[in-house]
């Protein structure tokens, strides 16, 4: 029996004007327990020895005092997510499809739906390894809290239902909801899921108070997204062999 940890997060999802093409990013990291807390703990080592004021790693507070801090960061997760032990998932919503059943339900029901269609679908959990026979892999959702809790509950009750839709019933899941801002892993997921949605929808482009040049931190944020992309483009290579990597590029349907 082995336990697995998934800490899941969500970006992008207020409307904004004028509205972001891409947007309901949802990002969460996988692995076994003890590859987790060895993840968590060489992040948390990072975190304290950069001498920054004790504010919550998320992408909104990027700026030249820590911007080698989260770039350290990030690297320490391609190290865990190139042994094997970790995987990163991520999936967002594009505008220019027209998506069917985007009529029923409030924007907070879409998220949650999609959410869940992330947490069911990207992780590979049907296709974890048998558990032992008469034992269960544990998979524990770690979620970043929300404040409604109809849509938590509705929530947790689709994934209690998934080791049926899965058709691995040698599965049994849990979700617990933690708060972002005392967990490093929900934090470094805002960090790539901010870049992806800065990078994708072209925010360094859009001019502040009517400026005529991106600010500074603009500038910071461009060269973060750079950095954020060839680590990924890397891990792609290594574990594809494949030089391209496309992030927001044309990929086809």
């Known amino acids: 029996m082995s336990k697995f940890i998934i800490y899941a997060d969500e970006a992008w999802t207020h409307e904004s004007e004028p509205l972001n093409r891409y947007h309901n990013f949802f990002g ?25 004021p004790r504010m919550e790693v998320k992408w909104s507070n990027l700026d030249q005092q820590n911007f080698e801090m989260y770039k350290a960061l990030i690297h320490c997760l391609a190290s865990h997510i190139i042994s ?18 985007d009529a029923g339900g409030s924007q907070l029901d879409i998220q949650f739906k999609q959410y869940y269609q992330f947490l069911k679908h990207s992780f ?7 558990a032992p026979k008469g034992t269960m892999h544990q998979i524990i959702l770690r979620l970043d809290t929300h404040s409604s809790q109809r849509h938590k509950e509705v929530l947790n009750s689709l994934v209690t239902e998934l080791p049926g839709r899965l058709e691995r019933y040698d599965l049994r899941f849990s979700v617990t909801y933690i708060n972002s801002n005392s967990n490093i892993c929900l934090q470094v997921c805002d960090v790539l899921m901010g870049a992806a949605g800065y990078h994708g929808n072209m925010m360094s482009k859009r001019k502040v108070n009517g400026r ?23 891990i792609h290579n290594r574990d594809r062999g494949a030089k391209a990597f496309n992030w927001f590029e044309s990929t086809g349907k």
């Open 28 to 52: 969460g990291i996988i692995g076994e327990d003890r590859y987790i807390d060895r993840l968590t703990t060489e992040l948390q080592k990072i975190r304290a020895s950069y001498n920054c």
């Open 84 to 101: 094997g032990r970790i995987r990163y998932r991520q999936m967002f919503k594009d505008r220019s499809y027209h998506y069917v059943g």
């Open 124 to 130: 590979g959990l049907k296709y974890i390894s048998p």
């Open 212 to 234: 005529n040049r991106i600010t500074k931190k603009q500038k910071l944020k461009v060269e973060m997204c750079r950095f954020i992309y060839n680590t990924l483009r890397d």
